[in-house]
């Protein structure tokens, strides 16, 4: 279902324009704007749905099922040396578009536009804290 408001709705019925990198029954790829990298692609579902908490098992199988292709296709035409794939969900997290999408983000250097912060506290962690944490997620499926 189109959201009149949706960017990304208007994107996908060609009301405004994109570069379009791929499309089929229930994905639109497209470079986003900001080309963190050079290639930065968005993948979204043709289904209007806000972030990852709002999306079904089949809407998530069907976009998810089409980045490896796409990502292959990045990948070919520009050799980066690495890839990440990025979804940010929230405006905490980072999203400003409130339409399900990943970033298909090639990689070429250490100074290419892209960074994440990554501490690594295992030191902070033993087997029995791991476990108490892993409890606590797996009682709230
Ligand atoms: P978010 O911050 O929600 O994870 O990512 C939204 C992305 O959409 C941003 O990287 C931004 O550059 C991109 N974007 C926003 N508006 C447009 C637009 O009109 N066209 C394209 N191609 N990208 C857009
Ligand atoms: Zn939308």
């Known amino acids: 279902m189109k959201h009149d408001d ?11 324009p994109s570069a379009k990198v791929y499309e089929d029954d229930a994905v639109y790829a497209f470079l986003d704007i900001s080309q963190v990298t050079t290639g930065h692609t968005l993948i979204i579902p043709k289904t209007h749905t806000t972030d990852i908490f ?16 796409v990502a292959a296709a990045i990948k070919k035409a520009y050799q980066p040396v690495g890839f990440n794939i990025i979804n940010n969900n929230g405006e905490f997290a980072g999203q400003s578009v409130f339409h399900l999408h990943l970033h298909l983000m090639p990689r070429y250097d250490e100074s290419d536009g892209f960074g994440v ?9 033993d087997a029995d804290d791991l476990e108490n944490i892993a409890t606590k997620i797996n009682q709230a499926f």
Do not use: H, N
């Open 6 to 16: 949706c960017i990304f709705c208007k994107i996908i019925a060609g009301e405004i």
């Open 54 to 69: 709002e999306t079904s098992e089949a809407i998530a199988g069907e976009l998810f099922s089409r980045v490896p292709k």
């Open 117 to 125: 912060k990554w501490v690594e506290r295992s030191s902070e962690f």
